[in-house]
């Protein structure tokens, strides 16, 4: 079975600034595949040149075994992208919306119309089909976003960044749809800031930093790499003055604790989270100087 | 909320003509939505019209037939007002995330562009079928027989068609739809430059040089002669000449920007 994307040797540059360094990955089909990673760090421009919109320097990506370049018609028929900014008409209502972009797709204009009334009615969107998008929420702009990009089926969805932005509950149900796209055997290929993101959806997860893959796994690949919840040493003044990861057993934890209350100063208080991007990226920088001094 | 009930559709390829289609669709809608702009654009040429007819009309021609000259040239004033829009309209699109998802469907997303420049013809002969019957109104008297009237209204939808591509190209070249406005605005300043409001030889010589060589003044003697009898000339084949050189120019600089732009906003 041939991978629904497959990356060797990307390259891109805008000027004189790199911005994809030598890019391999390979997403089997039917899989939900995130790339984590901060702003910055190249995550659009990989889903730009996915998508047909921007060519590589170098190197070359397939996507449903068409060559991003010369097979782009191809890439097309294949995919769905979803950007980071809502790609929603606001002019005109969400059902118009809907209705068009069925169109666009090679529905008739009567299966574009029942397409487009089943889709409102599973985003929650009924009642407000008839209203112009310029009065939507946020959420519902998404969901809206989301919707439009499923009005004719395609086998690999790109979402970059589908969450910024949004509220716990509307992230939470968009979360539900997107595992429900993977169950029917759509690939979906998203893009992250947020750990629990991946973590919640992904398969397998990429982490990229400064234009490169900085780890590739499973959720539990990575967080074995950089361990379990970290402990926070605040003091006096509530600032946190020191981070260390554990490995989150109780026993470890407790070892830890007794070892601080003989060194740390008096008044320091101690709190216990979950890791986040931001420790990822310190545990997979540092193991990567470590290679390279090695 | 679980989407996995949805049937698949499936799509089928869509033809050229059926895209240009769906996107001609969309920018009527757009034009029709945007009342304020629809309003000024048929409001202003009438302001016009009865501002040249009765506050200037006197002055600059005591005879009172001032509206005769005039109505042709406040037909191309509208034409450049009309279809100013359109760049604002194209640089709204480019810098929102709608295009990105357009470029990535199989289809000519190119037609995007073709839809916006179809809404203002429309938008435009309208205005300037209403700007004629003001004209009517306040005395313009106009001596042409069918064939005439014909030729008039393919000059103008050929004038209109280029003038909407130029304000195309610029909204796809200009960064935000505020600069497309900016840059616009400079296309709407040669109708007065030309022998749209007086005749080119009451100018000084170096101007006259500049109105009888730029690209308005044939358009206008052209609907001129062809509405009130004045001569014509080679003035026709001039008009026609660089109407249809500057749509081929600026229909190949919008493309290549167009294309150049992807991925980029």
């Keep these: 079975m041939i991978p629904a994307i497959e990356i060797r040797g990307l390259r891109k540059s805008f000027g004189s600034q790199t911005v994809l360094r030598g890019i391999d990955l390979t997403v089997p089909a039917g899989t939900i595949f995130a790339l984590l990673g901060p702003n910055g760090a190249g995550k659009t421009t990989l889903i730009h040149i996915l998508s047909t919109l921007v060519a590589p320097d170098a190197g070359f990506a397939r996507v449903a075994g068409h060559d991003v370049v010369s097979g782009r018609d191809g890439v097309k028929r294949s995919i769905s992208l979803t950007g980071q900014f809502a790609a929603v008409d606001e002019v005109l209502t969400g059902e118009e919306n809907l209705r068009m972009m069925g169109r666009l797709s090679g529905l008739t204009a009567a299966e574009a119309r029942s397409r487009a009334a089943e889709l409102l009615q599973r985003f929650g969107l009924t009642e407000a089909a008839r209203k112009r998008v310029k009065t939507y929420s946020g959420g519902m702009r998404r969901r809206l976003d989301l919707a439009v990009s499923l009005v004719v089926r395609k086998p690999i969805l790109f979402l970059d960044e589908p969450t910024t932005g949004m509220d716990a509950a509307s992230r939470r149900t968009l979360w539900d749809m997107i595992l429900g796209l993977a169950e029917e055997g759509v690939t979906v290929f998203l893009t992250t800031q947020y750990l629990e993101e991946a973590d919640q959806l992904a398969d397998r997860i990429a982490v990229i930093a400064g234009g490169t893959i900085a780890a590739e796994g499973t959720a539990e690949e990575l967080k074995a790499r950089i361990g379990e919840d970290v402990l926070e040493l605040r003091d006096e003044k509530d600032k946190v003055f020191r981070e260390i990861p554990t490995g989150g057993s109780i026993a470890e934890i407790r070892q830890r604790l007794d070892e601080l209350a003989r060194t740390v100063p008096a008044g320091t208080r101690v709190n216990l989270r979950r890791p986040t991007l931001d420790d990822v990226f310190m545990a997979l920088t540092a193991t990567h100087k470590e290679e390279s001094a090695s | ?265």
């Excluded at chain 2, 709608?98 to 470029?103: G, K, P, T």
Aim: glycine fraction near 10%; hydrophobic fraction near 50%; proline fraction near 5%.
């Design chain 2, 1 to 265: 909320m679980n989407p996995s009930s949805l049937t698949p559709a499936s799509g089928r390829p869509v033809s050229f003509a059926a895209t240009g289609a769906v996107f001609i669709g969309r920018s009527l809608r757009h034009s029709l939505r945007n009342t304020e702009a629809l309003l000024m654009a048929i409001l202003l040429p009438v302001m016009l019209m009865l501002l040249f007819t009765y506050v200037f009309g006197g002055a600059l021609d005591p005879t009172g037939h001032y509206v005769n000259y005039v109505v042709p040239g406040i037909i191309l004033l509208c034409a450049g007002f009309g279809s100013s829009s359109t760049a604002v309209d194209v640089a709204t699109d480019m810098t929102n995330g709608i295009i990105d998802r357009f470029r990535t469907m199989p289809i000519a997303s190119m037609n995007v562009i073709t839809g916006h420049v179809a809404a203002s013809l429309a938008r435009n002969l309208l205005a300037t079928a209403i700007v004629l019957g003001v004209g009517l109104l306040v005395g313009f008297e106009p001596a042409a027989g069918f064939l005439e009237w014909l030729g008039a209204a393919g000059v103008i939808t050929l004038f209109i068609l280029t003038f909407t591509w130029l304000f195309a190209a610029i909204g796809l070249v200009a960064g935000t739809p505020a600069a497309a406005s900016g840059y616009g605005f400079a296309l709407l300043f040669l109708p007065y430059l030309s022998s749209a409001f007086v005749r080119t030889d009451t100018m000084p010589s170096w101007l006259q040089r500049v109105a009888e060589n730029q690209p308005i003044t044939p358009v206008i003697e052209t609907i001129r002669g062809l509405l009130t009898g004045t001569p014509i000339g080679d003035q026709a084949w001039l008009a026609v000449g660089w109407c249809l050189l500057l749509l081929v120019a600026a229909i190949t600089w919008g493309s290549w920007s167009f294309r150049r732009k992807a991925g980029r906003r």
